[in-house]
């Protein structure tokens, strides 16, 4: 499986505390890595379905969110294809709202990329103040570790099919 085009993409506001984890996951993520200019690094802050294109001209693509339910542990999620969650169904903003339209929106086309990997952890503050929590700070790292690994492994998959 070729991969020629992969989005990653952080989602949240950077203005209620832990709704900001996926856009503060994206920029660590931009920071720490360097990879060749068909891995494009998008901050879709709370754009919900503007981001639609994003979704549907990528052949994978990783989006980082702060996920519901608020009452999960407080640990990295990883769900890909399949596996994404019921609950991004339930509404905790404009941008969740978003991606589970876009996902439904890009099935219906026929335009869902290969690959589909959520990345994101609980939150635990979603005040009105700029920052994560202490408790999601720790786990940032490892969400931004799990979003490199599986970059690496599907361009690893991409160079042995070249």
Request: overall charge negative; proline content about 5%.
């Amino acid at each position: 499986m070729k991969f020629n085009r992969i989005n990653v993409i952080g989602l949240g506001n950077l203005l209620y505390g832990d709704e900001g984890f996926g856009v503060a996951a994206l920029q660590q993520f931009e920071k720490s890595t360097t990879f060749r200019p068909s891995v494009n690094c998008i901050d879709g802050g709370t754009q919900g379905i503007a981001l639609l294109d994003y979704i549907e001209s990528c052949d994978a693509v990783i989006v980082f969110d702060a996920l519901v339910p608020l009452e999960y542990d407080r640990r990295v999620y990883v769900y890909r294809n399949d596996e994404l969650p019921a609950f991004i169904h339930r509404k905790m903003s404009s941008h969740q709202m978003g991606l589970s339209e876009m996902i439904g929106i890009a099935r219906l086309n026929g335009r869902m990329p290969r690959e589909f990997v959520l990345i994101g952890v609980p939150p635990k503050e979603l005040e009105l103040h700029v920052g994560l929590s202490p408790e999601l700070s720790r786990l940032l790292p490892e969400a931004v570790e799990e979003g490199r690994k599986i970059v690496e492994e599907w361009l690893a998959k991409a160079e042995y099919i070249s």
